[in-house]
């Protein structure tokens, strides 16, 4: 029996091959699938994030052991970030199109094999390079592993699946501070790309056993020309914004980027214009209720990302705290982003997205406040409270944002729906961390950390206006997978 009816039957696959078929076909028949198909994809978001904060505090270390300066091993963190936000909305396409479980076994496949790459590397370029690819490999999955459990849930649960999910999102990175720091002061920084290659192979395997193929598009041709444009005009946005200050604004390379960022995104909205079949419907930049969840979350995340990386400069300068201790006193914020996560999905069917929306950025934006006010007074249990309450703001939002927009975009395109706001959240995230850290410099005043903090509030405040307006959409529509 062909399990992809939209694709003309196979040739016969073989014994094994038949045997997993009908394996994956019991497993559909089950009443707990979704929950499986939920547990089996978010095993594997985790496993490509979790090193992710570990890794950041390991910097210097990995530093001094390739030989290396710390202004060139940050882009161990900075250019897998650039390249995520490139390639999320192209393989949430390219699954929308030939199948999600195809996108998501590939991406897992390639993260594993260059996860291990990536421990032999053998100097701080190669470093980069193989972290780039295999974090590009495994990050691309996200869009396709959010459409995947999408399509399993009926619509009215949905909201349920992805507040589970926002809050393992931010708990994978909390586990791999409290694991994975140990692990490399036993074994060493190459240790922890072992682990995580391991724990890749793990979710791979499970993902073929579980995860459900997805309606594909066989007659539809993948937009080349739309998803270069997108991708060097977001490249060199991206680039521009980072490196502006590291550089300075006068460098010739980020004048460059400067120049070819508009130019490509213009030919981009051209192509998408005249396109056949377009990467990015033009008819949903123009749909209100696609494009106000996806705008305010950016503005929320600008403040959000910018005062999170504020926050070990803080604490060293005001409190003269080593990076072990900075690494504990920051879990609160990722705590509290997981359980408000699993809340705000809960509340968001209840109360409606818009409501849900604007109560999580007001409480960000109350919380920035609280923590400006412990940073001036140095009052520390005041801003451990106010960073709490800064990720509790933002994960209770976060599965009405994302359930809004991929309910705007309609089932067809979830993977570039997923994909898009993935990529505008970290246009905004690179723009708070530059302007919030440009106007910190190397401060060691409390009122001049008032005032950023203040002025992340302002954000907040901003991207409540822009929610204020969003629609209240209402789930009600049967699961699609096979």
Same mark, same amino acid.
């Given at each position: 029996?062909?399990?992809?009816?939209?694709?003309?039957?196979? %040739?016969?696959? $073989?014994?094994?091959?038949?045997?997993?078929?009908?394996?994956?076909?019991?497993?559909?028949? !089950?009443?707990?699938?979704?929950?499986?198909?939920?547990?089996?994809?978010?095993?594997?978001?985790?496993?490509?994030?979790?090193?992710?904060?570990?890794?950041?505090?390991?910097?210097?270390?990995?530093?001094?052991?390739?030989?290396?300066?710390?202004?060139?091993?940050?882009?161990?963190?900075?250019?897998?970030?650039?390249?995520?936000?490139?390639?999320?909305?192209?393989?949430?396409? =390219?699954?929308?199109?030939? $199948?999600?479980?195809?996108?998501?076994?590939?991406?897992?496949?390639?993260?594993?094999?260059?996860?291990?790459?990536?421990?032999?590397?053998?100097?701080?370029? +190669?470093?980069?390079?193989?972290?780039?690819?295999?974090?590009?490999?495994?990050?691309?999955? *996200?869009?396709? /592993?959010? /459409?995947?459990?999408?399509?399993?849930? %009926?619509? !009215?649960?949905? +909201?349920?699946?992805?507040?589970?999910?926002?809050?393992?999102?931010?708990?994978?990175?909390?586990?791999?501070?409290?694991?994975?720091?140990?692990?490399?002061?036993? @074994?060493?920084?190459?240790?922890?790309?072992?682990?995580? *290659?391991?724990?890749?192979?793990?979710?791979?395997?499970?993902?073929?056993?579980?995860?459900?193929?997805?309606?594909?598009?066989?007659?539809?041709?993948?937009?080349?020309?739309?998803?270069?444009?997108?991708?060097?005009?977001?490249?060199?946005l991206l680039i521009c914004i980072n490196r502006g200050i590291a550089w300075g604004w006068s460098h010739p390379l980020v =004048?460059?980027?400067?120049?070819?960022?508009?130019?490509?995104?213009?030919?981009?909205?051209?192509?998408?214009?005249?396109?056949?079949?377009?990467?990015?419907?033009?008819?949903?930049?123009?749909?209100?209720?696609? =494009?106000?969840?996806?705008?305010?979350?950016?503005?929320?995340?600008?403040?959000?990302?910018?005062?999170?990386?504020?926050?070990?400069?803080?604490?060293?300068?005001?409190?003269?705290?080593?990076?072990?201790?900075?690494?504990?006193?920051?879990?609160?914020?990722?705590?509290?982003?997981?359980? +408000?996560?699993?809340?705000?999905?809960?509340?968001?069917?209840?109360?409606?997205?818009?409501?849900?929306?604007?109560?999580?950025?007001?409480?960000?934006?109350?919380?920035?406040?609280?923590?400006?006010?412990?940073?001036?007074?140095?009052?520390?249990?005041?801003?451990?409270?106010?960073? /709490?309450?800064?990720?509790?703001?933002? *994960?209770?939002?976060?599965?009405?944002?994302?359930?809004?927009?991929?309910?705007?975009?309609?089932?067809?395109?979830?993977?570039?729906?997923?994909?898009?706001?993935?990529?505008?959240?970290?246009?905004?995230?690179?723009?708070?961390?530059?302007? @919030?850290?440009?106007? =910190?410099?190397?401060?060691? +005043?409390?009122?001049?950390?008032?005032?950023?903090? @203040?002025?992340?509030?302002?954000?907040?405040?901003?991207?409540?206006?822009?929610?204020?307006?969003?629609?209240?959409?209402?789930? $009600?529509?049967?699961?699609?997978?096979?």
């Open positions: 029996m062909n399990d992809h009816p939209d694709e003309a039957d196979p %040739p016969d696959p $073989g014994p094994r091959a038949s045997r997993l078929q009908a394996r994956r076909a019991r497993l559909r028949q !089950r009443p707990d699938y979704p929950r499986l198909v939920l547990f089996v994809a978010l095993f594997g978001t985790a496993a490509g994030s979790y090193p992710v904060t570990v890794l950041s505090a390991s910097l210097p270390r990995i530093a001094e052991n390739l030989g290396t300066s710390d202004n060139t091993i940050t882009w161990v963190i900075a250019a897998p970030l650039l390249a995520f936000a490139v390639s999320t909305p192209i393989a949430g396409k =390219m699954g929308d199109l030939y $199948g999600h479980r195809r996108t998501y076994l590939c991406g897992f496949l390639g993260g594993s094999i260059l996860a291990f790459a990536t421990a032999l590397a053998w100097d701080a370029t +190669s470093l980069i390079a193989l972290r780039t690819l295999a974090q590009t490999a495994t990050a691309v999955s *996200g869009p396709s /592993a959010m /459409a995947m459990i999408l399509t399993t849930y %009926p619509k !009215r649960d949905r +909201s349920r699946a992805l507040g589970i999910w926002a809050a393992v999102v931010a708990l994978s990175p909390a586990v791999g501070v409290v694991t994975g720091g140990p692990l490399i002061e036993w @074994l060493g920084w190459r240790a922890l790309f072992v682990v995580q *290659g391991l724990t890749v192979v793990l979710a791979l395997v499970a993902a073929v056993q579980v995860v459900p193929e997805t309606r594909t598009r066989p007659g539809t041709r993948f937009d080349i020309p739309g998803s270069a444009t997108l991708g060097i005009g977001v490249t060199a =004048m460059a980027t400067l120049v070819l960022s508009p130019m490509a995104l213009l030919a981009f909205a051209r192509i998408e214009a005249t396109s056949s079949s377009p990467l990015l419907p033009p008819h949903l930049l123009r749909r209100r209720s696609f =494009m106000l969840p996806i705008l305010s979350q950016a503005m929320l995340q600008s403040g959000y990302m910018g005062a999170m990386v504020m926050a070990p400069f803080l604490l060293e300068r005001r409190w003269g705290f080593r990076p072990t201790v900075i690494g504990l006193l920051m879990l609160p914020r990722p705590l509290s982003f997981a359980l +408000s996560a699993r809340i705000g999905g809960i509340h968001d069917p209840l109360r409606g997205a818009r409501r849900v929306a604007v109560t999580g950025m007001l409480v960000f934006a109350g919380a920035m406040v609280l923590a400006g006010i412990g940073a001036q007074q140095r009052w520390l249990p005041v801003f451990i409270l106010g960073a /709490a309450l800064a990720g509790a703001g933002s *994960g209770y939002l976060r599965p009405a944002i994302a359930n809004s927009v991929t309910l705007a975009a309609g089932d067809d395109d979830l993977g570039i729906a997923g994909g898009f706001l993935n990529m505008v959240q970290q246009i905004g995230a690179a723009i708070g961390i530059t302007v @919030l850290t440009a106007l =910190m410099a190397d401060t060691v +005043s409390g009122t001049r950390f008032l005032f950023l903090h @203040l002025l992340a509030a302002g954000m907040a405040v901003s991207a409540a206006a822009l929610a204020s307006r969003m629609d209240d959409g209402r789930p $009600g529509a049967e699961p699609l997978y096979e």
